[in-house]
């Protein structure tokens, strides 16, 4: 994990990726009690090539170099089954930007705010995703006003009232 | 239900409560430590019902030991 980490700073310093942070299961954990997950979700800012494409390739190379191997859609890097996923949308890019710095070992990551987690969970929108919404707002410190304004800039507050009153 | 049960009930609800809280609350390395442990007993599911194992994840030392 710690040299997982390193490795996915070294990407980040290389300039293959503008920047990465870590969102899903993995980043709630900063928030909230640990579950079972297999993976370790890492959005990246992709830099566009001269060409204008946007693409993994050179990012999978470079961490192939670093022993990484390929497992199904994922990475095995340095002891962990990394996802590689570019920032997709104008939340997930947000979300990577505004990340926060954390300690984990003696690594140094960044983590994506809980409230941008609650986002995407909301947008993603899958059984599991609005699970994780509740663990976190049972568990996590969320900045309400934070949250509102995240979710009104993304058009995300019908959805956010659907689902407030399914669980209420 | 009678009012005994249902105290009982509500403080089961409360310890389980605080238990769920304090499990947030501890320190990252040790929540990966007990998600290597949880990895490792999904695992042990898996294998008996013949399905496909789950990657256990490497911690790494400063991890293991803090």
């Known amino acids: 994990m710690e040299a997982t980490l390193a490795i996915l700073n070294e990407l980040e310093t290389s300039g293959l990726v503008g920047r990465y942070a870590i969102g899903g299961a993995m980043a709630a954990f900063f928030y909230a009690e640990a579950v079972v997950t297999e993976d370790l979700d890492a959005f990246v800012l992709l830099t566009a090539q001269n060409t204008g494409l946007v693409t993994l390739t050179p990012l999978y190379e470079f961490l192939k170099q670093r022993g990484a191997t390929e497992e199904r859609e994922h990475l095995w890097l340095a002891g962990t089954l990394l996802q590689l996923i570019p920032a997709y949308d104008p939340l997930t890019e947000e979300s990577v930007r505004e990340a926060v710095d954390h300690t984990v070992g003696s690594a140094c990551t960044h983590v994506m705010r809980v409230e941008h987690l609650i986002a995407i969970a909301l947008k993603t929108g899958r059984a599991k995703d609005f699970a994780r919404i509740s663990l976190l707002l049972e568990e996590a410190t969320v900045d309400a006003p934070l949250l509102d304004a995240i979710l009104q800039r993304h058009q995300l507050l019908p959805r956010w009232n659907v689902f407030k009153l399914r669980t209420s | ?66």
């Open chain 2, 1 to 66: 239900m009678s009012d005994t049960a249902q105290a009982i009930a509500e403080e089961i609800f409360r310890r389980k409560n605080r238990a769920r809280h304090a499990a947030a609350a501890l320190p990252i390395e040790e929540k990966l430590r007990r998600l290597v442990s949880m990895q490792q007993r999904a695992n042990e599911i898996r294998r008996s019902t013949g399905r496909l194992l789950m990657r256990v994840w490497e911690l790494g030392p400063s991890i293991r030991s803090t």
